[in-house]
């Protein structure tokens, strides 16, 4: 198991936004994690990668207990994060947007192989290069988030919402990049109010509502569930 | 109002106003880097400027010299300046990282209210300059409260005359160095990775910390360097007046903030425009309506100037601050 989460509960203040949540993702899988919005599926993976402090539980990452360690230490680890609203630096190039990647890494010749696999990933950027982050387009900047995160070069990558506020074109697009990477060696956590493509390309997934999980389960077996396919994918 | 004055004294004004400017500039700097990365105004950052002028009045003073000295000789004025500025540089280097660790770093930790960061920011600058102003006399650099009196290590004399416009060794020492510290800083931040660093928490610090950066390392940094930035500017000070007082950060500190909000606070580049317009206009400012009314006139314009354009001329942040 890559990462394991054991009863995580986490205030906001004094409002509880996690209800004691256990999940895990093994070596090598997709796993998406759906919900509506404020069912705290950003607020698990702030806790995940760090930025936020957990109430009680364990976060179990590669063998290790990583609940109180700091979140720039847990990228060093291998959570490489692209977080919700894709947090592209605007005044920084698409160039040291990657390079922010690899910011704590000290392998050169390493840190030009993975700039050379982003680009290849996503030739697009490579265009842009120069560019300053703000003015990319939100298909790029979720591109340039993506990238940036591959580029930490993780064990476990966590993708917040990547399709939010893209064209159905576009989405399809991330999706299959998303497919790629993880093909390529690289577990996947993924959160998504896109349930239709999420649970279709997930090994598994799981379903949170208001802090808790309620149903868990294959890609497969959730897609053709029939409350989720009412409650998440529109249809009856 | 003396516009004969004025005129005959502009190239006078100008080069005292870029001198003065320059000073506030480099102090400047540390306002805008700590507020880029914190959104915190260090008011203690006066204080920071003040040990720098003190620390190297003191320096000079162990070495032999004090306001009695006349210093002869190239090697000797070398050597001051040196010694001046190694001690300068670390003293208020150490007192910016010791504001950090005592005043703010604790209230971080427990997510304190931006109005307690103010309050502690005040309450270190009073604790350091009155703890100057209380023990300078045993400290043997000056009486109890009293301005301190220094060596003056390099003798104005005009070095460069182009028609009537005199500019002397000190104020080109002052205004060039002032300029290199701006230039050498900027290169840092825009194309080293550190730089990047601090770049990247002042444009958001949560993704920052996402891509494995430590931002107590990078605030740390930047105290660091700011207090670098006064450093120099305490020892240019002291080379400029020749005299220093416990409180001598509270004008030039305010002036140096003013400064770097007229810049666009956050905004390096701003700073140094900020400083020298400031400086300028003030000492116009004094040669069309006298001296005394320097402050109040340095003040108006900030005022005028910040209703037209509330970010500063340059506003932009740190973080966006690129060619």
Do not use: C
């Amino acid at each position: 198991m890559l990462l394991e989460i054991e009863n995580l509960t986490l205030l906001y203040g004094r409002i509880q936004a996690l209800h004691g949540i256990s999940l895990h993702v093994n070596e090598g899988e997709v796993v998406a994690l759906i919900g509506a919005n404020g069912a705290g599926k950003t607020t698990t993976m702030r806790a995940i990668s760090g930025l936020r402090p957990v109430a009680s539980g364990k976060i179990i990452f590669d063998g290790h207990d990583v609940t109180k360690v700091r979140a720039d230490l847990r990228v060093i680890r291998g959570i490489g994060q692209a977080p919700e609203g894709r947090g592209v630096f605007p005044g920084m190039t698409v160039q040291e947007n990657l390079e922010m990647g690899a910011y704590s890494r000290r392998d050169r010749a390493g840190i030009a192989q993975d700039l050379a696999m982003v680009f290849d990933l996503f030739p697009r950027l490579r265009e842009r290069q120069r560019q300053a982050g703000g003015t990319l387009s939100g298909g790029e900047q979720q591109m340039l988030a993506v990238g940036r995160a591959m580029m930490t070069r993780p064990k476990l990558l966590l993708l917040d919402e990547p399709s939010m506020g893209l064209a159905p074109m576009l989405i399809q697009q991330i999706f299959e990049i998303i497919t790629r990477i993880n093909e390529q060696g690289t577990t996947v956590l993924l959160v998504e109010q896109n349930a239709q493509q999420a649970l279709s390309r997930a090994h598994r997934g799981y379903v949170l509502e208001t802090g808790s999980i309620v149903k868990e389960g294959s890609g497969q077996e959730l897609l053709h569930d029939p409350a989720v396919k009412e409650a998440y994918l529109g249809v009856a | 109002m003396d516009f004969d004055g004025l005129v005959r004294d502009f190239p006078d004004l100008t080069t005292t106003g870029l001198e003065q400017g320059a000073i506030y500039a480099l102090v400047a700097l540390g306002y805008t880097l700590v507020y880029g990365v914190l959104r915190l105004i260090n008011f203690a950052h006066s204080e920071v400027f003040m040990i720098g002028t003190v620390a190297a009045l003191g320096t000079w003073q162990v070495m032999g010299y004090n306001q009695n000295s006349s210093v002869n000789g190239i090697g000797i004025i070398l050597l001051l300046l040196l010694a001046g500025l190694a001690a300068a540089v670390v003293a208020s280097t150490l007192t910016a990282v010791a504001v950090e660790r005592v005043a703010y770093r604790p209230l971080r930790r427990r997510n304190a209210p931006p109005l307690a960061f103010l309050i502690t920011a005040i309450g270190a600058s009073f604790v350091l300059f009155e703890a100057v102003g209380l023990f300078s006399d045993d400290l043997g650099i000056g009486g109890q409260r009293t301005p301190f009196g220094m060596v003056d290590v390099m003798q104005s004399e005009t070095l460069v005359s182009i028609g009537g416009w005199d500019i002397t060794n000190t104020q080109l020492l002052v205004i060039l160095s002032a300029i290199g510290m701006l230039v050498a800083l900027d290169l840092f931040i825009n194309r080293s990775r550190l730089g990047r660093g601090i770049r990247a928490v002042a444009q958001d610090p949560d993704t920052a910390a996402l891509m494995g950066v430590n931002k107590d390392r990078v605030i740390l940094l930047v105290f660091v360097l700011g207090g670098i930035m006064a450093g120099a500017a305490a020892l240019l000070w002291n080379v400029t007046y020749a005299f220093s007082r416990f409180d001598v950060g509270f004008l030039i500190g305010l002036k140096a903030f003013s400064a770097a909000v007229l810049g666009g606070i956050g905004n390096l580049r701003g700073a140094l425009v900020g400083g020298l317009l400031l400086g300028v206009v003030e000492n116009y400012a004094s040669g069309l309506f006298g001296g005394e009314w320097k402050d109040f006139t340095g003040f108006v314009v900030l005022i005028v100037l910040l209703m037209f354009r509330p970010t500063g001329l340059l506003g932009e942040s740190l973080g966006r601050a690129r060619a």
